[in-house]
């Protein structure tokens, strides 16, 4: 309630992504600037090429694999959504706009690299490194839905389903490429292309109080066949 408050002015909208700002972004980069960890080890940079660190070949070569991960994922989601529309059950839509879809994929996808790091540096496994991730991101979201409530509407876990398949897909591409940048593209992708296919799925409203076109009939003109 006191969130919804805040929210209702605009102060209180710009100190909520203020915050969101230092807390998905702040806080990695003030890790960074400490040392505490390296870019390498979110996946910002590579271990030696021209392009951050990577070289052509092997931009080529996550892209391939970004591009292969995005359509195992994208292709059985439509067409279950499909279904869903069809059998007349709700969707869960995005509402938002195109520019907050990308600035919340980049929020997602520093924040996801952020958690992957430490588990990273302290096993130098990057499979147990997304794994923990992974895991580090499921007990944040368990607080989210218990601060909800535990009884999520359809919609709603449809959106939580979609997070959950970008969180799978975002370690499987760490440990595939350890590209943190290709990451963040394929969620910033897949997400808009969600919105616009979940958008042409839903039916539209029958507009009401459409003037037909052409002439108005009058109850007093009877066709020749019905006059007497």
Do not use: C
Not at 14 to 39: D, H, K, N
Not at 123 to 128: K, N, S
Not at 187 to 213: F, N, S, T
């Amino acid at each position: 309630a006191q969130l919804d408050r805040l929210r209702a002015v605009r102060g209180g909208r710009l100190l909520e992504q203020f915050l969101r700002l230092v807390y998905f972004i702040g806080v990695p980069y003030a890790a960074l600037l400490t040392g505490s960890i390296a870019s390498i080890d979110m996946g910002l940079t590579g271990t030696g090429g021209s392009i951050l660190g990577w070289s052509p070949a092997e931009w080529l070569r996550g892209l391939s694999t970004a591009l292969t991960l995005g359509a195992i994922v994208l292709l059985p989601i439509g067409v279950a959504s499909r279904q869903i529309a069809r059998a007349g059950q709700p969707l869960g839509v995005d509402d938002r706009s195109g520019g907050a879809v990308i600035v919340e994929a980049i929020y997602a996808e520093v924040h996801w690299a952020f958690y992957r790091a430490a588990p990273l540096i302290l096993l130098g496994e990057v499979y147990a490194a997304a794994l923990f991730g992974v895991l580090l991101v499921g007990v944040e979201w368990i607080v989210v839905l218990i601060r909800n409530g535990l009884s999520p509407s359809p919609e709603e876990r449809q959106i939580w389903l979609r997070r959950g398949v970008l969180l799978a897909l975002s370690a499987a591409l760490f440990v595939l490429t350890q590209n943190v940048w290709l990451a963040i593209v394929l969620h910033a992708i897949l997400e808009l292309l969600w919105k616009v296919w979940l958008r042409r799925l839903v039916p539209r409203p029958i507009e009401q109080g459409r003037v037909p076109i052409g002439p108005a009939a009058d109850p007093d003109v009877r066709p020749l066949h019905d006059q007497p």
